[in-house]
């Protein structure tokens, strides 16, 4: 149990396109989604945290206007990467918690690797 | 601002020792304490939580956790080959949010 998905599990756009990537709960119903990137040799960095049905509070630094994120059910959150630069080239990862609390309590997508040239 | 603090490594130990990896943390008031594994390429593993302080063993996996000293350290006993991975060290703060540390680097030499 408690699988998240991811989709693309990659993808390479070109320079100014936009990019959307889905994660999905896929046997649980989840009340929050978190979205944070890496870059390489560089830990998970939270980017943004989504709740269901409200809008996602960004970390500081991180372009609301620039990574769109729409968590429209319980089981489906997306980020679009608007306007992508090669400095947005990164590993993009979705984890999931579970809207019943649990001792895991986040769980991870297999991640997106995004190369913009 | 919260921080987690890791030896980057890269550690190196033969197979079948004791691997000792350490994380420090500023947030006095974190009470959730993880341990994911990552391999090159792929999303992190859950490994390991601990919320009390001592020890908590699964299997070759011993996290051990002491507030006063905001340290929490996890062991891999009879360590393997396929332990070879980069550990991070996660800390839960306010809202469910993992703040991580940037991971040590683990070789498990043949």
């Known amino acids: 149990g408690a699988v998240v998905s991811q989709h693309p599990s990659w993808v390479i756009c070109k320079s100014g396109t936009s990019v959307k990537i889905e994660c999905r709960s896929l046997d649980f119903q989840a009340t929050t989604m978190f979205w944070y990137r890496q870059f390489p040799k560089q830990s998970l960095m939270l980017m943004a945290t989504s709740n269901e049905g409200s809008k996602a509070t960004y970390e500081q630094g991180v372009e609301k206007d620039k990574f769109l994120i729409n968590h429209a059910s319980l089981t489906l959150s997306t980020l679009t990467v608007t306007s992508a630069h090669p400095e947005d080239s990164s590993f993009y990862i979705c984890?999931?918690?579970?809207?019943?609390?649990?001792?895991?309590?986040?769980?991870f997508g297999p991640g997106t690797r995004l190369t913009v040239t | 601002q919260k921080e987690v603090e890791q030896n980057s490594g890269p550690l190196s130990v033969p197979e079948g020792a004791i691997a000792s990896l350490n994380c420090t943390y500023s947030?006095?008031?974190?009470?959730?304490f993880f341990w994911y594994r990552q391999y090159s390429g792929k999303s992190p593993e859950l490994i390991m939580s601990?919320?009390?302080?001592g020890d908590k063993e699964d299997g070759r996996f011993t996290a051990q956790l002491n507030k006063a000293s905001q340290y929490v350290s996890l062991l891999i006993r009879d360590s393997q080959p396929s332990d070879s991975a980069t550990y991070l060290c996660a800390v839960r703060g306010s809202n469910y949010k993992l703040t991580f540390g940037k991971g040590t680097l683990l070789t498990v030499n043949p």
């Open positions: 947030d006095r008031v974190s009470q959730s």
């Open positions: 601990i919320y009390s302080n």
């Open positions: 984890s999931a918690r579970a809207a019943v609390l649990t001792t895991y309590e986040q769980y």
